[in-house]
């Protein structure tokens, strides 16, 4: 549909390997990419499984990576692109799209109910993203825009 509007061709394996790029590879962690690209969904499955105590250790920025203080779990989510190299075109397609986040409620996730996105020290209002439980998982989805627009203080926070 990008290419439909724009008029540039754009090549959805080229789109997900460049999104594949942003997922870091952990020290002491699997991480899994599945490429998904049918009729209805173009994105990546990516599964990370490992401790993340030991992780943490060797990987400071944690993009992805649930943090724990306290009670709480925070995941650092990163900036894909500034608002200078989204073009209008890109953003009214992407206003559409979702990052999909599903969560095992067992294990250090045992108890977690609720989860809110956080920008610039401000909880955004639930309406701006959607978060479902079903039995013993979260399901979280989070508006691809903000992904382009988030800076440094952009995070989702467990509790």
Do not use: C, W
Not at 26 to 46: L, R, T
Request: hydrophobic share 40%; proline share 3%; net charge negative.
């Amino acid at each position: 549909m990008i290419s439909e509007f724009s008029g540039d061709e754009a090549n959805i394996t080229d789109i997900l390997t460049q999104a594949d790029s942003t997922v870091p590879e952990y020290e002491g962690m699997s991480v899994e990419k599945v490429v998904i690209d049918n009729s209805f969904y173009a994105g990546s499955e990516i599964r990370m499984q490992g401790n993340l105590e030991t992780t943490m250790l060797y990987n400071l920025e944690g993009y992805f990576l649930p943090i724990k203080e306290g009670n709480h779990f925070f995941i650092r989510l990163p900036e894909l692109a500034t608002e200078q190299q989204l073009d209008s075109m890109a953003a009214a397609f992407l206003s559409g799209a979702k990052y999909t986040m599903l969560i095992d409620l067992h294990g250090d996730f045992k108890g977690i109910s609720i989860a809110r996105l956080i920008y610039d020290g401000e909880v955004l209002p639930e309406f701006e993203y959607q978060v479902n439980i079903y039995g013993s998982s979260m399901l979280i989805e989070i508006p691809m825009l903000f992904l382009f627009y988030a800076q440094e203080s952009f995070y989702l926070e467990l509790s």
